[in-house]
């Protein structure tokens, strides 16, 4: 199933919080949930976890030694960082809410705050970014990172690497040409034989209708 039904699945999240005794709470409430968390208590540690690992979640506080959480997040982002974060913080002024969105926090939560709340906003926030990638053609649920289909017969299954990268163009592209030569571009030996192949085989393991326009490209049906 995926997340945008209901969210299962198991998140890394850095924390990064001074507090000892919150740190422990927050890791041990979001830990109950499956999620994997690790916490550091300053901004230079965060830059440190994000050159070693990858995360799904940043949870920063704001002042915090070394680098306090705004600058944290804004050396992120500048460097190409977009994971999603959120910023928990004692400070209520309006300012400081505002540099946080500003420099690109998806949600603020005002200290002192329900754990329980915390890990609604999350489920929330990875609801609707799931709704947001997942497209859909007719009865099937397409996910073009993994390339998990949905909606063809009874059991979920995952297109081939070759097979994803054309139906994702070809779905973003619904209902319009696609030229032959951008198409061969994602094949691993690129010709007009093989993308020919290549694309009746993902017909007929999709059940869809694909449209050869000839000499020129092909384009899904619109439904």
Do not use: W
């Amino acid at each position: 199933m995926f997340v945008s039904e209901c969210y299962t699945g198991r998140m890394k999240i850095l924390l990064l919080e001074d507090d000892e005794l919150l740190a422990e709470s927050l890791v041990e409430y979001l830990q109950m949930d499956g999620d994997d968390v690790e916490r550091v208590a300053g901004g230079e540690a965060v830059f440190d976890a994000t050159y070693i690992g990858r995360y799904d979640l940043y949870i920063l506080d704001i002042n915090v030694p070394d680098i306090n959480g705004l600058e944290v997040l804004r050396a992120l982002r500048e460097a190409g960082d977009d994971t999603p974060a959120i910023y928990i913080s004692a400070l209520t002024d309006i300012a400081s809410i505002s540099r946080g969105f500003e420099i690109g926090a998806v949600d603020y939560l005002k200290k002192p705050f329900d754990p329980e709340e915390l890990r609604l906003r999350i489920r929330y926030i990875f609801r609707e970014r799931e709704n947001n990638r997942i497209l859909r053609y007719g009865a099937i649920r397409f996910d073009p990172d993994s390339g998990r289909i949905e909606g063809v017969g009874e059991v979920p299954f995952y297109l081939g690497e070759v097979q994803r990268r054309l139906f994702t163009l070809l779905l973003k592209r619904r209902g319009r040409l696609v030229l032959s030569e951008e198409l061969m571009e994602l094949l691993e030996h690129p010709g007009s034989n093989a993308l020919r192949v290549t694309l009746a085989k993902l017909k007929k393991r999709l059940g869809i209708q694909i449209t050869n326009i000839r000499g020129q490209g092909y384009l899904l049906e619109t439904l």
